[in-house]
Nanobody, 115 residues
Framework: QVQLVESGGGLVQAGGSLRLSCAASRISFSIYAMGWYRQAPGKQRELVADIISGGSTNLADSVKGRFTISRDNAKNTVYLQMNSLKPEDTAVYYC?????????WGQGTQVTVSS
């Protein structure tokens, strides 16, 4: 069974940085598009960033210039580097793996940004 395990969440002050990691197992990682979604209390889940197998990335407008997504296929891991964090970035962040209609989700990691 596919496993996606996120780590790196926590509490940080506004303007600070965090790096989220998502380690994948039991998938051919390099062929999967990997992504990060987030869900804040009372809001719908939204796409933050994704990266396809070839390395091209896509970022939500709200995080462009502050967040970077990257992947290490040798480590089966995708990262989300978050800089200049804002209180509105507070949410549970979920890792996803997507390939030809198959989508897998991690359990989520909490990011809280204090003002």
């Amino acid at each position: 069974q596919v496993q996606l395990v996120e780590s790196g969440g926590g509490l940080v002050q506004a303007g600070g940085s965090l790096r989220l990691s998502c380690a994948a197992s039991r998938i051919s990682f390099s062929i999967y598009a990997m992504g990060w979604y987030r869900q804040a209390p009372g809001k719908q889940r939204e796409l933050v960033a994704d990266i396809i197998s070839g390395g091209s990335t896509n970022l939500a407008d709200s995080v462009k210039g502050r967040f970077t997504i990257s992947r290490d296929n040798a480590k089966n891991t995708v990262y989300l580097q978050m800089n200049s964090l804002k209180p509105e970035d507070t949410a549970v962040y979920y890792c996803t793996a997507r390939y030809h209609g198959y989508v897998y989700w991690g359990q989520g990691t909490q990011v809280t940004v204090s003002s």
